[in-house]
């Protein structure tokens, strides 16, 4: 297990919080008049799925806010969204995103500030039950228009609204 040490999180650069930010604030607005809620960085969940390892996405969307346990989520957001970083990266890109598939988020982006690029992430299944990540898009600068959240199709951030830095 690739645990990423506590003190690395330190190092988190202002362009990783300002996409989160964006993200929450845009959101955020859209979202007050449903079920579901968006949160920002430090939101745990924990699932039985994960022997109740605590896992912090960047940013999330759950639409059942009963599902908690203490101050832990045990519900299953139905997105989550991962800001790559140096120290993280290869955490978020194999792990954490496996973790994700395994509980069965439905949608996860991977953001990547420096490369100004969002990798979206749906999960499916195999004939044989077991469920794999597979990317449905790539948005970089030459295709921004195609930025979506697939499971909220009424939910609207622009990729310059995301990197608005």
Not at 8 to 29: A, P, Q, R, T
């Amino acid at each position: 297990m690739n645990t990423v040490p506590v003190e690395d999180l330190g190092k988190v650069y202002i362009e990783h919080s300002i996409v989160v930010n964006n993200f929450v604030i845009k959101i955020g607005g859209q979202i007050k008049d449903s079920l579901c809620r968006v949160f920002g960085d430090g939101v745990p969940y924990q699932w039985k799925e994960n022997g109740d390892q605590v896992i912090i996405p960047d940013a999330s969307i759950i639409c059942n806010m009963r599902d908690r346990k203490n101050v832990s989520f045990t519900g299953i957001p139905r997105f989550v969204m991962e800001v790559l970083s140096n120290s993280t990266e290869e955490y978020d890109r194999g792990e954490k995103l496996q973790i994700y598939c395994k509980v069965g988020v439905s949608e996860c982006w991977l953001v990547d500030w420096r490369k100004r690029s969002v990798e979206i992430y749906l999960f499916d299944f195999k004939e044989d039950g077991t469920s794999y990540p597979y990317l449905f898009n790539t948005v970089t600068e030459s295709n921004k228009e195609a930025l979506q959240l697939v499971m909220f199709p009424n939910f609207k951030i622009s990729f310059d609204e995301l990197f608005d830095m």
